[in-house]
């Protein structure tokens, strides 16, 4: 008994140790696996990477850090991996955020881009390795001028340096906004990136030239109509412009780069303008004025509360104004609809392309709302849908102007018609007669024709 108790321990001690030796042995091969893993391969096959298996992410809610603590083991630990193939998106929030990026080089030559495509970071910073064992730091953002950016371009886009083949190196990125904190990157070689360029400024060059061909179209109609609707819808499309040229970085790049501060402001300044002149367009095309005047009030006071968050957008924390901006929007979008449905019940021939332009006008505030706070992904639908949508209801904010239009064409008609014939026999009227005389006057003057007016008078007509 004493000999089989005495074995068993033994037996266990032994057995014991052969576990303990191979659960070090798996987690130290784990480990190797795993730290290999977190570096990005950069080969021959693959042209453009998505680094989001590959970062590691550590917030600074103070914002405080600089990178030489990052560097720091006791920081390091706390860096974490990220989600896989999602972008990453902090809403808004006052925290600095720090990236963490392993590569390893399997080409003899190449040139690497590293792009953040999102203009609205107000500053970025990338250090990379010196080659001497230090860093290096380049510092942008949308609040530096823009000729300070590494690669001048309406996204931030860093140069990563030449490092040998088969070297591994790591870079660091840190980012830190008032706006909504999203953060889409990619490593991309050069040529790569210059193709994906090219098709993305013509993608906007037929947008905004869609845009400015119906804004010089509907300004040749106003000049000859003087209709006050041309006026609003016009001004509606330039603050559309706009505003989606400051959203992409386009403005800061070509229009004012220059003017850091201004190009954050804009965007919210031209949301504002926006609200303005499709409230007062939606005022008239559904003739609110006429029926439903409780409804043009409360368009009016939307109308009026924006024109006060115009100046205020320029100077007012970001934060604030963007809060107020979509509860404007939001709330607003609330009451064109039921200006929409009011206008439907009427009858009023333009309520249904007012309607889908709506849903399209929603359709791109859902997702450019549900991407700003992190409930909807960064990726091609949800950055673009707001752009195609906005073109979809310029195109149906113009069906509704021109079914308007010829609807007031019609009553026009129908009015002077009736106005030209008699009540009791449905006859021409003298009002009439003077009409059709001062044309025919005009017609025999031109042709040096005779004209014969002849009369006839029934006496006891009325009897």
Known sequence: MFAFSFYSKKTLKISGFFVLLILVFLLF?????ASADMSLKLDEEDKVYSV??????FEDQEGLLGFGEILEPEIQGKFHPHEEDRTPSFSYTDSAFWFKLEMTNLVQEARWFLQVEY?????????????????????????????????????????????????????YLRTQTEFSHIVPMQILERNSFYS?????????????GMLLIMAFYNLFLFYFSRDIRFVFYIFYIVCIAFFHLSLTGLAFQYLWPDFPVWANRSILFFSFGGTIFLLLFACRVLELKERAPALKK???????????????????????IMQLMIFTVFTGSIALLWGVIKARQEKVPSAFYLFWAWVFLVGGIILL??????????????????????ALEIIFLSLALVAHTSFLDREKEKALELAQRDDLTNLLNRRALFAIGQKQVEIARLQKSPLSVVMIDIDGFKK
Do not use: C, W
Not at 196 to 208: P, T
């Open 29 to 33: 091969f784990y480990g190797e696996n």
């Open 52 to 57: 989001y298996p590959f970062i590691q992410v």
């Open 119 to 171: 203009p609205l970071l107000q500053e970025i910073k990338f250090f990379f390795p010196d080659g001497e064992g230090g860093y290096k730091e380049q510092k942008t953002g949308s609040l530096v001028p823009f000729n300070q950016r590494p690669i001048k371009n309406k996204d931030f886009v860093f140069p990563i340096p030449d490092f040998p083949r088969g070297e591994t190196i790591t870079v």
């Open 196 to 208: 994906r360029e090219s098709g993305e400024y013509l993608a906007n060059g037929v947008y905004y």
């Open 298 to 320: 409360i368009f009016l006071g939307f109308v009026g509360f924006s024109m006060v968050m115009l100046p205020a957008s320029l100077f007012f924390p970001y934060s604030l």
């Open 369 to 390: 709302i549900g991407r700003s706070f992190g409930f909807l992904p960064h990726n091609f639908f949800t950055y673009s849908g707001m752009q195609l949508g906005s």
